[in-house]
């Protein structure tokens, strides 16, 4: 696997935080890199294509998908936001994205999900792939629907996804949540790397966490992706633990989804 290379892979959202990180990693991974977004990605590197689009325009994301042999999808709107921001970026724009790929047959997908499709179990209850999602806002919402639509696209044409529920991905933990949620960014890397190049993935759902002490989520029904995270938030213990404790009702401190459990309602004031 560590050879494997893909001809040209598409990176959407590739502007994010995320996306940013990821632009240098992803690299050894395809010989073309074509990277997209809606921001300014400035000049394009050695192995590196840039073609802007919103996600919204279905023709635009056609021409995107087209010539591409795989999508690492980390596009849309990526905090808690009011339903028509959602609606155009991540519940359109998915459509329009696996709309392409079948199109252009493109034949795996690495979808960016979130632990918001799960964001309104409380801490400490222990959940797997087939536990009942109970997103916590229009953003959890909008990732269920991706999922849900990786999953018909499967099915009915054969277009395989990984989707990545991702935790807290940052270059530290911050908070006492985050010992629990948080994702590498080198664990973030080579997860997807597993999940581009794992052969007969169907529409697999994985939880994107590495190997911290305390965990929520069982990633049992993702083991043929053979993902062996290689770091965890346990260095970072002593020093959040240090920091004064939220009250024990605070979101963060009550749900899997922390503070998104309590963001909006959006437009009450029109």
Not at 79 to 103: S, T
């Given at each position: 696997m560590e050879d494997a290379q893909i001809g040209r892979l598409l990176l959407t959202g590739a502007a994010g935080g995320l996306g940013r990180v990821l632009r240098e990693r992803l690299k050894p991974m395809a010989k073309t890199l074509r990277l997209s977004d809606v921001q300014s990605l400035g000049d394009p590197r050695p192995g590196e294509e840039i073609q802007p689009c919103d996600l919204s325009d279905k023709q635009a994301?056609?021409?995107?998908?087209?010539?591409?042999?795989?999508?690492?999808?980390?596009?849309?709107?990526?905090?808690?936001?009011?339903?028509?921001?959602?609606?155009?970026?991540?519940?359109?724009?998915?459509?329009?994205?696996?709309?392409?790929?079948?199109?252009?047959?493109?034949?795996?997908?690495?979808?960016?999900?979130?632990?918001?499709?799960i964001g309104f179990y409380r801490q400490?209850?222990?959940?797997?792939?087939?536990?009942?999602?109970r997103p916590d806002g229009y953003y959890g919402l909008s990732k269920v629907y991706g999922e849900q639509m990786a999953s018909f696209y499967h099915d009915r044409y054969g277009i395989e996804t990984v989707s990545i529920r991702i935790g807290t991905s940052v270059a530290e933990p911050a908070d006492r949540r985050a010992l629990h949620t948080w994702l590498s960014f080198g664990d973030l890397t080579e997860l997807i790397r597993r999940s581009l190049f794992t052969?007969?993935?169907?529409?697999?759902?994985?939880?994107?966490?590495?190997?911290?002490?305390?965990?929520?989520?069982?990633?049992?029904?993702?083991?043929?992706?053979?993902?062996?995270?290689?770091?965890?938030?346990?260095?970072?213990?002593?020093?959040?633990?240090?920091?004064?404790?939220?009250a024990a009702d605070d979101p963060v401190m009550v749900y899997q989804g922390g503070v998104f459990t309590a963001r909006?309602?959006?437009?009450?004031?029109?």
């Open positions: 994301v056609d021409r995107l998908v087209q010539g591409c042999d795989a999508v690492v999808h980390m596009g849309g709107v990526s905090v808690e936001r009011p339903f028509e921001e959602i609606l155009e970026a991540n519940i359109k724009g998915v459509f329009h994205l696996y709309e392409a790929a079948r199109r252009h047959q493109v034949r795996r997908i690495v979808f960016a999900s979130s632990n918001h499709t400490g209850e222990r959940l797997d792939a087939q536990t009942p999602t052969p007969d993935v169907g529409h697999t759902v994985v939880f994107g966490m590495s190997d911290n002490r305390d965990v929520w989520w069982d990633n049992r029904l993702a083991a043929h992706l053979a993902y062996a995270p290689a770091d965890s938030s346990e260095p970072f213990r002593a020093g959040i633990e240090a920091q004064p404790a939220p909006g309602p959006f437009g009450d004031a029109d």
